[in-house]
């Protein structure tokens, strides 16, 4: 499958729509028990704050995945997706005060490539702090 945009109505420096993307304690919760990953960095304040964080974090691969919800959305399709990559950069504190932390992306079409693919560049950022680096995404148009 590939995406519901078309190659041909991208321009380099194309936005696609931000997005906004709320996480609590049980966010984290419920993404440990999806994922299997039980580190306690990431429901249990005592041990994150023994071990040098500030506070509970949110897992790597979550953030990675909530970030790419705004390329996913904009192509129609998430198999069009067909390279993804980041650096951690910041991990996303989560406090426990019934808020929690937002995570905030924007992309651009970064680039045209070859066989109606671009390459998607994201920014993702949590209280005003980057929080993935090298973030790039190669997809698939129509």
């Given at each position: 499958m590939t995406a519901k945009i078309a190659y041909d109505e991208v321009e380099?420096?194309?936005?696609?729509?931000a997005g906004s993307f709320p996480v609590t304690r049980a966010t984290l919760v419920q993404y440990a028990g999806a994922s299997g990953d039980?580190?306690?960095i990431h429901w249990n304040e005592k041990f994150a704050v023994e071990v040098g964080l500030?506070?509970?974090?949110?897992?790597?691969?979550?953030?990675m995945a909530e970030a790419i919800r705004v390329v996913t959305d904009w192509a129609g399709d998430p198999a069009a997706v067909v390279e993804y990559g980041v650096r951690f950069t910041?991990?996303?504190v989560v406090p426990n005060d019934g808020t929690g932390a937002v995570i905030e992306v924007a992309a651009k079409v970064a680039a045209k490539l070859?066989?109606?693919r671009v390459r998607?560049?994201?920014?993702?950022?949590?209280?005003?702090?980057?929080?993935?680096g090298m973030s790039r995404a190669v997809v698939q148009l129509g």
């Open positions: 380099v420096g194309t936005e696609l729509p039980f580190n306690p500030p506070d509970v974090i949110a897992h790597g691969m979550f953030t910041k991990p996303v070859d066989d109606r998607v560049d994201l920014t993702a950022t949590c209280a005003g702090q980057k929080v993935l």
